[in-house]
């Protein structure tokens, strides 16, 4: 069963196929440089972004790739969250070329391709618990199935992502930073008693970054003032100690996840922020302490592409699930509809 993935949710134009689970081709356009001077996405350049770039893409995936449109037998696209006006640009087009091919059409969650991604790259062991760290959302799930995911926190501000890049940019780093600093980060020497870890003092498996967001700007005010950072690596530490303190909240919050669902046989990490070096090291010694499988993407699986939307779509389509052209786009903070139709297992 080939797998046409579509992804569009925020600032990456991006086009894949699967088939029968492994990846045929992928293509992504990026807008980082055109939202890059204003420090963040504008949503409006976005989806004039998506508008330029999606049909092109398509041509130019057929024709790497050699295959003809009628040879796709089901179209996934990221329905959300995101962006509305980005993902309308991508469901709009799923739904024209469903219509034009006649082929069913699939809503994937963003959030879950994410996760889904590993399985990619790995054999996937189910029920497992997933941590989802992207710049704009950090979930923790009980997985127990591609179409079985059980939220259990989320972040109730700031996600760790964004705390990254909006310190990032406060210390003149280029957006979106969490890259940047990670790189910094691997040469400096953390400080532990530098910047707080929130939110641990709890029951509840939510995250809170706007804290640490607040307090990294401080410290980097008071310690970054006047100083020739480059020269004496106060720069790189203060990237060590902001990496650590997100990576240290993320994985104890993990642990906590991990504790009450022994049920699960395996951690799976995804997302932008999963490219980071420590943190995925990090997760993997947790998992190992506690006789879990570990699996996490390669870094160019983490960020955002449409390798994960064509796999999910290939996952949830070979079980029988589709939508029909009623498929409404989700944007950020709507909470997703349990609206898949589940018909015969048709590939
Ligand atoms: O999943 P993603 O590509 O887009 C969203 O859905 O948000 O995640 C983007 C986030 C950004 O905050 C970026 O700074 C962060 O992932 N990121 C990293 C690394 N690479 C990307 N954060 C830490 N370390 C990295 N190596
Ligand atoms: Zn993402």
Redesign the pocket.
């Given at each position: 069963m080939l797998c046409l993935g579509i992804e569009s949710?925020?600032d990456?134009t991006a086009l894949a196929l699967v088939r029968d689970g492994a990846l045929v081709d992928s293509l992504l356009s990026s807008q980082v440089d055109v939202h890059a001077i204003f420090g963040g996405v504008v949503p409006e350049l976005a989806s004039r972004e998506h508008c330029r770039f999606i049909g092109p893409l398509f041509d130019e995936l057929l024709e790497r790739t050699q295959i003809r449109p009628t040879e796709i037998d089901l179209i996934a696209v990221a329905r959300g969250p995101g962006l509305l006006g980005s993902l309308l640009v991508g469901s709009a087009f799923a739904k024209g070329l469903s219509l034009a091919l006649g082929k069913p059409l699939l809503g994937i969650n963003?959030l879950h391709a994410?996760l889904l991604a590993n399985g990619l790259e790995h054999e996937p062991v189910f029920p497992a618990i997933g941590l989802l760290v992207?710049?704009?959302?950090t979930n923790l799930y009980l997985i127990e199935s591609p179409a079985h995911f059980r939220q259990l926190g989320r972040c109730i501000d700031d996600?760790a992502?964004?705390c990254?890049?909006k310190t990032?940019s406060l210390l003149g780093l280029p957006y979106?930073?969490?890259?940047a600093?990670?790189a910094l980060a691997s040469v400096g020497k953390a400080d532990n008693a530098l910047l707080p870890r929130p939110h641990l003092h709890n029951d509840s498996l939510d995250f809170s970054f706007s804290g640490l967001k607040t307090a990294a700007a401080k410290a980097a005010a008071k310690k970054l003032e006047n100083c020739e950072v480059r020269s004496d690596g106060m720069l790189e530490d203060f990237c060590a100690s902001l990496n650590t303190a997100i990576a240290d909240t993320l994985t104890q919050k993990l642990e906590k996840a991990i504790l009450t669902h022994p049920e699960a046989k395996a951690v799976w990490l995804a997302?932008?922020?999963a490219?980071?070096?420590l943190?995925r090291r990090e997760c993997q010694n947790l998992a190992e302490r506690h006789n879990l499988v570990f699996l996490v993407p390669s870094?160019r699986l983490?960020?955002?592409n449409a390798a994960m939307i064509a796999y999910a779509g290939w996952l949830l389509g070979k079980e029988g699930f589709s939508h029909d052209l009623a498929l409404e786009a989700i944007p950020r903070g709507k909470m997703m509809p349990d609206d898949m139709r589940k018909g015969k297992k048709s590939f």
């Amino acid at each position: 069963m080939l797998c046409l993935g579509i992804e569009s949710s925020c600032d990456e134009t991006a086009l894949a196929l699967v088939r029968d689970g492994a990846l045929v081709d992928s293509l992504l356009s990026s807008q980082v440089d055109v939202h890059a001077i204003f420090g963040g996405v504008v949503p409006e350049l976005a989806s004039r972004e998506h508008c330029r770039f999606i049909g092109p893409l398509f041509d130019e995936l057929l024709e790497r790739t050699q295959i003809r449109p009628t040879e796709i037998d089901l179209i996934a696209v990221a329905r959300g969250p995101g962006l509305l006006g980005s993902l309308l640009v991508g469901s709009a087009f799923a739904k024209g070329l469903s219509l034009a091919l006649g082929k069913p059409l699939l809503g994937i969650n963003h959030l879950h391709a994410h996760l889904l991604a590993n399985g990619l790259e790995h054999e996937p062991v189910f029920p497992a618990i997933g941590l989802l760290v992207s710049g704009g959302h950090t979930n923790l799930y009980l997985i127990e199935s591609p179409a079985h995911f059980r939220q259990l926190g989320r972040c109730i501000d700031d996600a760790a992502g964004e705390c990254l890049d909006k310190t990032g940019s406060l210390l003149g780093l280029p957006y979106p930073a969490g890259m940047a600093i990670d790189a910094l980060a691997s040469v400096g020497k953390a400080d532990n008693a530098l910047l707080p870890r929130p939110h641990l003092h709890n029951d509840s498996l939510d995250f809170s970054f706007s804290g640490l967001k607040t307090a990294a700007a401080k410290a980097a005010a008071k310690k970054l003032e006047n100083c020739e950072v480059r020269s004496d690596g106060m720069l790189e530490d203060f990237c060590a100690s902001l990496n650590t303190a997100i990576a240290d909240t993320l994985t104890q919050k993990l642990e906590k996840a991990i504790l009450t669902h022994p049920e699960a046989k395996a951690v799976w990490l995804a997302g932008g922020v999963a490219a980071n070096r420590l943190l995925r090291r990090e997760c993997q010694n947790l998992a190992e302490r506690h006789n879990l499988v570990f699996l996490v993407p390669s870094a160019r699986l983490c960020t955002d592409n449409a390798a994960m939307i064509a796999y999910a779509g290939w996952l949830l389509g070979k079980e029988g699930f589709s939508h029909d052209l009623a498929l409404e786009a989700i944007p950020r903070g709507k909470m997703m509809p349990d609206d898949m139709r589940k018909g015969k297992k048709s590939f």
